[in-house]
């Protein structure tokens, strides 16, 4: 009788993924349009970085968690922290509440980011090819931004704006692939 009335607890809730990689993705081309100086550093890019790349990614983060994906709660919670980190080192020296953070500091900054990144990319080796892109391309893009800002060389940090637009049209196509697939209830574009 208590077999009858057990209830399954079915998760019957959306992939929250997309979105996440979605966030991700804009927010990341849209900074590296910038870094590859196509424009200034502005108000777009900052509220791309608080709102879509930072707060979106928290949430999706704990969406995740809620689904019982350690791997989507990390990486997700983690780069939507990072776009408010960023953020805040770009904001807070313009109103005098600390000192801005040196060439060398961003650096590591950057690298640590990077060591970070590595570590969920292993990650991603047992999940889709696109993921395994996606998290590879980050990680060369933390790099790289780690080194211009280490030797202060110009040409570095443009081609490392260059990698990280196709860093986030990966992510961009990714989430995109997902979304598509579940619509259409086939694999569209494959992961």
Not at 65 to 90: D, E, P
Request: with cysteine.
């Amino acid at each position: 009788m208590s077999q009858i009335n057990e209830v399954k607890n079915i998760d019957t809730t959306a992939n929250p993924a997309p979105l996440g990689l979605c966030a991700f993705g804009l927010t990341t081309v849209l900074l590296n349009l910038h870094n590859a100086g196509l424009y200034p550093m502005d108000t777009m890019i900052l509220a791309m970085g608080i709102f879509y790349g930072g707060l979106a990614q928290i949430l999706v983060g704990y969406m995740e968690w809620k689904k019982g994906n350690t791997f989507g709660t990390v990486a997700f919670s983690s780069y939507g922290f990072f776009w408010l980190t960023l953020v805040g080192m770009i904001v807070m020296p313009k109103h005098n509440t600390v000192d801005a953070a040196t060439e060398i500091s961003k650096a590591w900054y950057l690298g640590m980011w990077g060591v970070f990144s590595l570590g969920l990319f292993f990650a991603t080796l047992k999940l889709t090819k696109s993921l395994r892109v996606v998290f590879f391309l980050v990680v060369v893009l933390f790099f790289l931004l780690a080194l211009a800002n280490a030797t202060g060389n110009h040409e570095i940090h443009i081609i490392a704006g260059i990698e990280g637009i196709l860093c986030g049209l990966s992510a961009l196509y990714t989430g995109m692939a997902q979304v598509i697939n579940e619509v259409y209830k086939k694999t569209v574009l494959p992961l």
